[in-house]
């Protein structure tokens, strides 16, 4: 079975511009949840789609959204882009988002400029 | 408040030698489930373990074991037998089984481990 995918892997924009970065996550998984990894503030949760809906939000402002299609496949967007929105964008998805695991992309590096 | 705290930023450890990662969580819901993953110099988190907070046995993949202990909020990973692969970031994570927790992973800071020939 392949595994989550994500595209692109790398990505450089500059100040003010925004970006739609892609997930495709493991077929049959139905929740697919966002995380962003900076050295400075570890790994934090973004955001979780179950079934096209937005269940759950990290403390992110609004310039970070999401959405997720009828295949499970979902896509984030962040307007505005700020310098300190470099980051390592993971996406993981799961069966349906309870306790079971979550499995992992490799991740999208973005470079703000 | 820090929800789940790994004490070791970084160590060294020999090829063929067993190694401890710390972790200690807080919660106080009675669901939850404890994660460890590893994540190599190019980025991708890679699953290793899972402990329920409802099992009993301590769970085991391979060379990874976790020492779970509930009164402690303690959830040790210990790698057997080092390999020279082995040498990357882990990280420790907890899901509450709360409707606010949806899909979200809390993780801790990471240890940063370094297995030596």
């Known amino acids: ?113 | 408040a820090q929800k789940i705290t790994q004490t070791q930023p970084g160590m060294f450890v020999q090829e063929k030698e067993a190694v401890t990662l710390d972790c200690t969580y807080d919660t106080s819901d009675q669901s939850y489930g404890l994660f460890w993953y590893k994540q190599p110099s190019s980025g991708e988190m890679i699953f290793l373990i899972y402990q329920g907070s409802y099992d009993e046995q301590n769970a085991t993949e391979g060379r990874y074991s976790l020492n779970f202990q509930k009164a402690r909020k303690s959830a040790n990973l210990v790698i057997s037998a080092s390999q020279l692969g082995d040498s990357a970031m882990y990280f420790c994570a907890m899901r509450e089984a709360t409707t606010d927790s949806w899909g979200k992973l809390q993780f801790g800071a990471g240890t940063q481990v370094v297995v030596t020939p």
């Not at chain 1, 900076?38 to 949760?45: E, K, N, S």
């Open chain 1, 1 to 113: 079975k392949a595994g989550v995918t994500q595209t692109p892997r790398y990505l450089i924009k500059t100040r003010g511009q925004q970006v739609t970065l892609s997930c495709s996550p493991i077929s049959g998984h139905r929740s697919v949840s966002w995380y962003q990894q900076t050295p400075g503030q570890g790994l934090q949760f973004l955001f979780e789609y179950f079934s096209e809906t937005q269940r759950n939000k990290g403390n992110f402002p609004g310039r970070f959204s999401g959405r997720q299609f009828s295949n499970s496949r979902s896509e984030m967007n962040v307007s505005t882009l700020e310098l300190g929105d470099s980051a390592l964008y993971l996406c993981a998805s799961s069966l349906a988002g309870g306790l079971e695991t979550q499995y992992f992309g490799p991740g999208t590096r973005l470079l703000v400029l």
